[in-house]
């Protein structure tokens, strides 16, 4: 059976030279990419202001994010193009920081928290249906645009109770897109010794969008924490009005150890950091989620047919999207596909040897997960849509669907630092899609064909357009 195989960005022949990715390439880091990147085990680019190693063979993968992930911390360029606006939280520290603070987090993560939270995804997907159900018969329309709206919607409701449509949610959205166009623009100069030669007004604007998100998360998180800090010291176990956001357990938790919680610039730090992650990431992949659909209107009515007989049950009960494989297997393919982090930078503490290869101190470590997931010797049809790859049944050609599943499928990372989110997303995700093929069908727009491009996370870069159909109301 012949399967849809969505466009990316044809890769070079040879591989590039320095200068001509840093005049010809800076739109996008796929543009760098070479034909061999998608077969080699490791490669290597030596550029005037880093030494840039490729990981894609498994062991190798493996070695850097889980048996000695110690020796390979986040790179410091990525902290220092993402310090202004997250902070020092669990996006950009390392150490034992960084192990304080994921200790802290991970219980608010729990599988039993994220399905307290699941009614105000609800409340954000009907809010999201409401507003696709206005749009004519067959419009044509951005989804990209629709994704990031709900996606920010669901995070700052399970995060903070506030909905997107709110004044304040609303400008941090706005501050967060600019940030975003900015971000890569300014971390290009470093990798070519060239950190002087940032443009001062890109500077001073990316600064003023962090200013401006920071001040006005400083605006909802601290009368919480104002109040959950007096209830403390009138000996109150907990303030009765906290909630049971996310926000509520960040203010709640402790560190065994020492009997502290996070300090309040810490508080906003995290805040900010699971607002950019948690949005931005399932945006783009639920965005490239309905392109891939509305190529394949077979897998989109197998989808509309398993998402409509459970949506009313679903509604109460959040254990009900078990019985949504499709709709999860179909999330799964479009994060292989376009997962939406493609490139993990790491950074070599220490003089080391990878294969035949001697990776000085300071060097860049990369692991790609758009490489990995697209690499011709770990994947059977590497380049073609297919949720089915995912299912229980399945096997594949060589090499087999399951063993590339566990050997080269990482979306989420892997090891201590795997995304402390991935089961929220996947909740997050499997709803949001059920709930689209129940009160919708898309299809292609005729002549647009979206162009990916690599930045901070994998987008479209002339947006993903689609027309859009509103189906009978389910019952």
Not at 160 to 185: H, K, M, T
Not at 316 to 325: A, E, F, H, N, T
Request: with cysteine.
């Amino acid at each position: 059976m012949s399967r849809f195989c969505p466009h990316y960005p044809p890769p070079a022949a040879q591989r590039p030279s320095a200068w001509s990715m840093f005049f010809g390439k800076r739109r996008s880091w796929l543009d760098s990419l070479y034909a061999r990147s998608y077969t080699m085990k490791m490669g290597e680019v030596h550029l005037p202001g880093v030494d840039l190693y490729m990981v894609n063979e498994p062991a190798l993968v493996r070695r850097v994010m889980v048996d000695e992930a110690a020796a390979f911390p986040k790179h410091e360029m990525l902290g220092e193009a993402l310090r202004p606006l997250l902070g020092d939280s669990i996006f950009t520290t390392n150490g034992d920081t960084w192990r304080r603070q994921r200790e802290l987090m991970d219980p608010s993560f729990e599988g039993a928290r994220v399905q307290r939270v699941f009614s105000r995804m609800q409340d954000a997907a009907d809010a999201m249906v409401r507003r696709l159900s206005a749009l004519p018969d067959g419009a044509t329309h951005d989804v990209e645009v629709e994704m990031t709206h709900v996606a920010a919607d669901i995070i700052l409701r399970t995060i903070l109770s506030q909905p997107l449509d709110g004044g304040d949610a609303l400008r941090i959205f706005e501050a967060f897109g600019r940030y975003q166009a900015l971000a890569p623009r300014l971390m290009m100069p470093a990798f070519f010794g060239l950190r002087w030669l940032r443009p001062w007004w890109q500077v001073r604007r990316s600064r003023r969008a962090a200013e401006e998100i920071r001040t006005l998360l400083v605006a909802l998180i601290q009368p919480r924490y104002q109040a959950y800090q007096a209830a403390l010291a009138r000996g109150e176990a907990d303030d009765p009005e906290a909630g049971d956001d996310l926000l509520a357990s960040l203010l709640r938790v402790r560190d065994e150890r020492t009997g502290l919680g996070f300090h309040f610039d810490e508080l906003v730090d995290q805040v900010a950091m699971l607002f950019l992650a948690g949005h931005e990431t399932s945006a783009s992949a639920l965005s490239w989620s309905l392109h891939l659909l509305a190529h394949d209107a077979q897998v989109q009515q197998r989808l509309h047919d398993e998402a409509v007989p459970h949506l009313a049950a679903l509604r109460q009960d959040p254990s009900v999207l078990k019985d949504l494989p499709l709709a999860r297997n179909v999330f799964r393919e479009t994060l292989r596909l376009f997962p939406p982090v493609g490139f993990l930078a790491r950074q070599s503490a220490e003089r080391c040897t990878m294969r035949d290869k001697t990776v000085g101190a300071g060097a860049s470590v990369v692991v790609s997960p758009w490489l990995i997931h697209r690499h011709r010797a770990l994947w059977a049809r590497p380049d073609e849509f297919d949720p089915d790859r995912f299912s229980e049944q399945a096997e594949g050609d060589e090499p087999s669907a399951r063993e590339s599943q566990r050997r080269a499928y990482l979306p989420f990372g892997m090891g201590p630092r795997v995304c402390i989110g991935a089961t929220f997303a996947l909740q997050e995700a499997t709803l949001v899609l059920a709930t689209l093929a129940a009160h919708f069908r898309f299809e292609p727009a005729p002549g647009h064909v979206p162009e990916p491009v690599g930045r901070l996370t994998i987008r479209a870069d002339n947006g993903i357009v689609l027309k859009v159909f509103p189906r009978n109301p389910p019952a």
